[in-house]
């Protein structure tokens, strides 16, 4: 009986641990503002809710000597006077609906050791215009059925990691003034909805790597007309462009599971169309004329295929600068007035 007793006070000692573990801790900053935090089991710290002003917000690296690794669900949710917010390298970890509904926050950088941005995050947070992701965040999307910038309609920038891959559910959906994202070399699916609702959105390149595209990805992107795909046909949800009514997909020569039909077209998607344009580099529009250098662009077998010519200074490391953009009906021919003014100058087509 003795032995049972001691094994009872030992297991009241661990609940008691237990709870004091959980217990929520007050700490005041420097600036005045108060953070409210927890202790986890590694011995750092999760912050749970803040209390300012200030509103321009620098979340402190320790807190009482302790790391700050984690910030909790809704900790700074629905703070409506939030105009900025610094989030240490140290956070690897952003709770659900963290900072949801913080209407008048303009532009966030977001850590690299926070490896996935999860459901709500920065939910209708309708004043954010920019957003910045490091490199390690590999993953970007909804757990449940709200993305982390569901509803920044004033979204207009964003920057994506080369980490990045996985653009999951919901993740910029009803982000009406995204007109134009880079979707990095190494994203391998696009979650269901992820572009709803994006109506400032007229064209978007979908990279070689992207293998699988969930049900409604850009529905209701009703702005949306050219779709470039780098790589072969991926796997598709159903009414991918639903409600899209202008748009045409394209795909490049020498890629695989095209079909004018591969959409469903005309009854639930675009066509797919071969974007196949081609710089004549021989006859007589070829060369140097009136001071000027210049090619014919021919349409190859499709008609209406958006184009941007765009040149270089170096194919070793190309930055490709965009001269000008063009819709090709049939046959264009393109002067560059500038070109005395580099040792060497490149040209190529691409997609805008």
């Known amino acids: 009986m003795k032995g049972m007793i001691l094994a009872l006070s030992g297991l009241l000692l661990m609940a008691a641990a237990a709870a004091v573990q959980a217990q929520l801790l007050y700490y005041t900053n420097a600036d005045g503002s108060i953070?409210?935090?927890?202790?986890?089991?590694?011995?750092?710290?999760?912050?749970?809710?803040?209390?300012?002003?200030?509103?321009?917000?620098?979340?402190?690296?320790?807190?009482?000597?302790?790391?700050?690794?984690?910030?909790?669900?809704?900790?700074?949710?629905?703070?409506?006077?939030?105009?900025?917010?610094?989030?240490p390298n140290s956070v690897t970890n952003l709770g659900l609906n963290a900072f949801n509904g913080c209407t008048s926050l303009t532009s966030v950088m977001i850590p690299g050791g926070i490896g996935s941005i999860g459901s709500g995050a920065f939910t209708d947070c309708s004043a954010l215009t920019n957003v910045t992701i490091a490199n390690g965040v590999t993953s970007i999307g909804a757990v449940f059925d709200t993305g982390p910038f569901e509803g920044c309609t004033s979204l207009s920038s964003v920057t994506l990691p080369n980490s990045l891959t996985n653009i999951g559910n919901y993740a910029f959906s009803v982000c009406a003034s995204l007109s134009?994202?880079?979707?990095?070399q190494g994203v391998t699916s696009l979650g269901i909805m992820a572009f709803r609702g994006c109506t400032g959105m007229t064209s978007i390149t979908i990279p070689s790597c992207v293998n699988s595209i969930g049900g409604g990805a850009f529905f209701n992107s009703t702005n949306l007309t050219s779709v470039c795909f780098t790589g072969n046909a991926p796997t598709i949800g159903s009414t991918v462009f639903y409600d899209d009514n202008n748009v045409t997909t394209y795909y490049l020569p020498g890629t695989i599971g095209w079909s004018l039909a591969f959409w469903g077209y005309p009854s639930s998607g675009p066509p797919a169309v071969l974007w196949n344009p081609?710089?004549?580099?021989?006859?007589?529009?070829?060369?140097?004329?009136?001071?000027?250098?210049?090619?014919?662009?021919?349409?190859?077998?499709?008609?209406?295929?958006?184009?941007?010519?765009?040149?270089?200074?170096?194919?070793?490391?190309?930055?490709?600068?965009?001269?000008?953009?063009?819709?090709?009906t049939n046959s264009f021919h393109f002067s560059d007035p500038h070109w005395t003014n580099y040792p060497a100058r490149y040209y190529g087509l691409g997609f805008p």
């Open 35 to 87: 953070y409210t935090y927890s202790t986890n089991a590694d011995g750092s710290a999760t912050i749970n809710a803040y209390s300012g002003p200030p509103w321009a917000v620098a979340i402190p690296t320790n807190i009482n000597k302790l790391l700050v690794t984690s910030i909790g669900p809704m900790a700074f949710a629905l703070y409506t006077n939030l105009t900025s917010v610094t989030i």
């Open 180 to 184: 134009n994202i880079t979707i990095p």
């Open 278 to 328: 081609l710089i004549q580099a021989t006859g007589a529009s070829f060369g140097v004329q009136s001071n000027q250098f210049g090619f014919t662009i021919t349409n190859g077998t499709t008609n209406n295929l958006p184009i941007v010519v765009e040149a270089c200074t170096n194919l070793a490391s190309p930055v490709w600068t965009p001269l000008q953009t063009l819709t090709l």
